[in-house]
């Protein structure tokens, strides 16, 4: 019996406590519906009690930012070159290079201005697929079999299970760029040096284009689609940059989405960042690079930062072109006139990170750059054909 009305004391204990319990949680939930509320969307990073702290959050914010960059820093810092990672992979002077996605074996492909395609893995194989400078290449997104390149007059896919090139596109007015419209790279756009752009679907068996567009350029050097709006693509010509939107354009009277104002100049390259395209990093014959700030893409975008760059590269070199690091938002990298020969790593911000340099190896001007979409690779290539790979 004693037993019993012990056992039945603990019982109403417990049952006490789970009163007590779930009366201190139903406390705590009505107290909480009083609390300050997180808000839907982006949210500036400002402490609760701001006035109190402003300092110290300030500080703890600052060298969060710092130890994030001097992580980068240090892994651009591993980043080597040596004697034996440089070869001649083309005949002349490099104008395209792309890099195959693979994370055990480094394999590249270099365009030269005589339309050969050069291919270096242990060594250097070139094919002639073109009659004419290769202007762009790419490695497919969606099936790395397949390398795209593209010269004045063709658009061709090298599809390695077929050993073949085949022949997506051909036109008698001069092509100077593409890019995949889609993930599955089935459409693509391209640039014309007369300022004109077309969009071609591989799916169709004829070689020619499905639209041809006047975009209001006297030329048209790069196009680029937007990382996440695949609507939007970016094109670059004499002065021009601008970004348009495909599903309205048509054959004469386009508009522009946005407007990159500012050169005074021809503008060689302009990019959208790789993961969420809110920055775009131009070249300009001005010597200046240029970030833009493309978040939202009103008719005119703000100007970020402006970096002073010799680009006067002259008739003998390929123009410098800056590349995003695709595994870094908010990095690029360019090649420079600058003694000791370097390629240079910016922020968008302007701030430069690092130069990639090595008096014994790199003697040379590495206008046309890759970098390795998720390792620490980089190529650089020069006006003889020779490529370097920082690793
Ligand atoms: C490629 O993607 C587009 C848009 O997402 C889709 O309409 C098209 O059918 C796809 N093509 C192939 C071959 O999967
Ligand atoms: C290209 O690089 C190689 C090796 O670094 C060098 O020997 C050659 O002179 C360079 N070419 C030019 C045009 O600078």
Not at 13 to 24: P, T
């Amino acid at each position: 019996n004693a037993k019993f009305f012990a056992a039945l004391k603990l019982h109403e204990v417990c049952i006490e406590f789970n009163i007590i319990r779930m009366l201190f949680l139903s406390v705590i939930i009505a107290l909480s519906s009083f609390l300050p509320q997180a808000p839907v969307g982006p949210f500036p990073m400002v402490p609760e009690d701001q006035a109190k702290n402003s300092k110290w959050t300030e500080a703890i914010l600052n060298t969060w930012m710092r130890i994030s960059e001097v992580l980068y820093q240090r892994s651009l810092s591993s980043m080597v070159l040596s004697e034996e990672n440089i070869r001649k992979v083309v005949k002349s002077r490099v104008c395209s290079m792309a890099i195959h996605p693979s994370e055990s074996t480094i394999l590249v492909a270099a365009g030269d201005v005589y339309g050969h395609v050069g291919l270096w893995n242990e060594g250097a194989h070139i094919f002639l697929p073109h009659n004419f400078q290769v202007n762009c290449m790419h490695f497919s997104p969606c099936n790395p079999a397949h390398l795209l390149s593209l010269s004045k007059d063709t658009l061709r896919c090298g599809d390695v299970t077929r050993a073949v090139f085949d022949e997506i596109c051909r036109s008698e007015e001069d092509y100077s760029c593409f890019d995949f419209l889609e993930e599955n790279a089935s459409t693509t756009i391209m640039s014309h040096w007369d300022g004109h752009v077309a969009v071609v679907d591989r799916r169709t068996p004829r070689t020619s284009s499905e639209l041809s567009a006047d975009i209001g350029f006297k030329r048209t050097r790069t196009v680029h689609v937007h990382p996440v709006k695949k609507q939007y693509f970016m094109a670059a010509g004499s002065l021009d940059v601008c970004v348009f939107d495909i599903r309205y354009l048509k054959a004469k009277g386009n508009k522009p989405v946005s407007t990159l104002v500012g050169h005074k100049k021809s503008v060689a390259s302009a990019y959208f960042s790789p993961v969420t395209g809110s920055r775009v990093v131009t070249v300009c014959a001005d010597d200046k690079l240029r970030v833009y700030d493309t978040t939202s893409l009103s008719s005119t975008v703000t100007l970020l930062s402006t970096i002073r760059h010799n680009s006067n590269t002259g008739r003998w070199l390929s123009r410098f072109r800056a590349v995003w690091d695709p595994k870094q938002e908010h990095c690029f990298l360019v090649g420079s006139l600058a003694q000791p020969r370097k390629i240079q790593v910016f922020q968008d911000t302007g701030k430069l990170l690092h130069s990639f340099y090595n008096t014994v190896c790199l003697t040379s001007v590495c206008s046309i750059n890759v970098v390795h979409p998720s390792q620490n690779i980089l190529v650089g290539g020069n006006s003889s054909g020779r490529l370097h790979v920082f690793k």
